[in-house]
């Protein structure tokens, strides 16, 4: 499977994706908002966008749909219960799903609810797998619940979805954070040597080469899959002075993100 990750350069700091058969050279875009740039690259590579998956409904991630659509014929796919949301849904796609693109990629849906209701990150079948997380999992962030979400949701879809996919995946997301994201972990757990060695790794970066994480790097310096660290637990008493002794991971995840909002 070829990979492009294209850097928007928007205030929202998205990436939109463009995933290929390298045998036929069709072409999957994810969450094409800046139409006129995908296009342009999947000219450039020689490929035939035929299918667009949207991960969720939010405007920056659909933006691009009717240019790419009106240029290529591409069908449109997304969550089986965004079509009121997304205008042309070709496709409803549930947890379990197959995307087939050209003769050699497959990518396996995953029901991501938290973010929104209706979100969908893709796993790919390859020998190194990759996530394609849309606005669930940032690098050493989660997405926020304010367009639409559940906090809760959110946290099941962490713990028992995305936490458990092999130390190996690589991670894409729908925005460039990570900066911001690693300067809350290290609020959150001054301690933390891996958000610390991977500040310094990223600070000052440009997004369009930025470094691709995987769950195990994310295991060790994203807040939000350390639910269990003492000293996270122990700033979180210093905001929450009503936190029990020894909380438990969704209380912990739900305080994480009400601090985050406001960090």
Same mark, same amino acid.
């Given at each position: ?23 036929? +050279? ?18 450039? /590579? ?27 014929? $591409? ?39 938290? !973010? ?7 796993? =790919? !079948? ?14 050493? +962030?989660?997405?926020?619940? /304010?367009?639409?979400?559940?906090? #809760? %949701?959110?946290?099941? =879809? ?9 130390? !190996?995946?690589?991670?894409?997301? +729908? ?12 609020? /959150? #757990? ?20 930025? /470094?691709?994480?995987?769950? $195990?790097? #994310? ?18 008493? %210093? ?6 002794? #020894? ?17």
């Amino acid at each position: 499977m070829l990979v492009e990750r294209l850097w928007i350069g928007n205030s929202l700091r998205n990436y939109n994706y463009l995933l290929a058969c390298p045998q036929s +050279g069709e072409a999957l875009a994810i969450d094409p908002l800046d139409a006129e740039r995908v296009l342009a690259l999947s000219k450039a /590579r020689g490929w035939q966008i035929t299918q667009i998956l949207n991960t969720h409904e939010h405007h920056d991630h659909i933006g691009g749909n009717p240019q790419v659509v009106a240029a290529t014929g $591409a069908k449109v796919i997304a969550h089986h219960q965004a079509g009121s949301r997304i205008p042309g849904v070709d496709r409803g796609v549930r947890a379990g799903d197959l995307i087939k693109v050209g003769k050699t990629v497959e990518l396996e849906c995953l029901d991501t609810p938290g !973010h929104t209701m209706c979100h969908i990150c893709l796993r =790919s !079948h390859t020998e190194q797998p990759m996530l394609f997380s849309g606005d669930t999992l940032f690098n050493a +962030g989660a997405g926020n619940v /304010r367009g639409g979400g559940n906090v #809760e %949701a959110l946290y099941t =879809s962490f713990v028992d979805q995305l936490a458990r996919l092999p130390e !190996h995946t690589l991670v894409y997301p +729908g925005h460039d954070y990570i900066e911001t994201n690693l300067g809350f972990s290290l609020d /959150r #757990e001054p301690d933390n040597r891996a958000a610390e060695d991977m500040l310094a790794l990223v600070k000052g970066h440009d997004p369009a080469q930025a /470094r691709v994480t995987t769950m $195990a790097e #994310e295991k060790a310096h994203n807040s939000f899959l350390r639910l269990s660290s003492p000293s996270i637990i122990a700033r979180l008493r %210093a905001d929450f002075p009503d936190l029990p002794e #020894e909380p438990d991971a969704m209380t912990v995840f739900i305080r994480l993100r009400q601090l985050r909002d406001r960090w």
